[in-house]
């Protein structure tokens, strides 16, 4: 409203005096909150660690990788000569179970992609940002196991996501790699442990094998 004899000027009522010190004190804050936001909310640390998606057949790592040894590389066929690990094509599946429990319910979805040549829509858990560059090859075939970023996947009836996979994550094994190495025909042995101290083997194998991790950042983004 106006106020009388003093054009121009508004009077608000008397309870928008409250508002002023809510107002006050959400300007300092917001900043705060939204950098919390950022920095916690939506980083990997807190956003994909424990990412367990559904999947569209029950795969059990534990039982095929675990109790049954089948290697890493079987399904995943592509980690040692490109770079991204090649997701199982039907046909994998069927070499076992054209013959093995072939009417089994779980493997309703299986065996129509196998008859309709439609691919199953298996979830990717492990999923970098499309401004990432990660070459499974470069890292699998210097020996670095594939339990340093998956973890134990053979003890595990569902996959989860067990590391970050953030920038941080990344160049600390980049600056400090000696303990995360191995003989690169151990890749994916997954109980595998050094005959001696992690980081004076791996330092062995690193100068043998001439090992020099980037940390420049054109290495991940290109």
């Not at 508004?10 to 928008?16: D, R």
């Not at 079987?74 to 076992?96: G, L």
Request: proline letters at 9%; hydrophobic letters at 35%.
């Amino acid at each position: 409203m106006m106020q009388e004899g003093r054009p121009g000027r508004f009077v608000f009522p008397p309870w928008t005096n409250l508002a002023r010190p809510i107002l006050a004190i959400s300007l300092v804050a917001a900043p705060v909150y939204l950098v919390a936001l950022v920095w916690l909310g939506a980083s990997p640390k807190t956003t994909d660690v424990g990412y367990q998606p559904e999947q569209p057949v029950p795969y059990s790592h534990a039982l095929h990788a675990g109790d049954l040894g089948i290697d890493c590389r079987y399904c995943h066929n592509t980690v040692e000569v490109a770079a991204k690990a090649a997701v199982p094509p039907t046909q994998t599946c069927m070499n076992c179970h054209a013959k093995i429990r072939t009417a089994s319910a779980k493997l309703i979805s299986v065996r129509e992609s196998y008859a309709t040549g439609v691919s199953v829509p298996w979830v990717r858990i492990h999923d970098l940002p499309d401004y990432v560059y990660f070459n499974h090859s470069a890292h699998v075939r210097r020996g670095v196991g594939c339990v340093e970023c998956h973890g134990r996947v053979d003890r595990m009836e569902v996959v989860s996501q067990v590391e970050p996979l953030s920038m941080s994550w990344c160049l600390d094994c980049h600056r400090n790699p000696d303990r995360r190495l191995r003989p690169p025909e151990m890749v994916t042995k997954m109980d595998w442990v050094p005959p001696d101290d992690p980081d004076t083997y791996g330092r062995q194998l690193r100068a043998a094998n001439n090992i020099n991790p980037s940390t420049d950042c054109w290495t991940c983004h290109r």
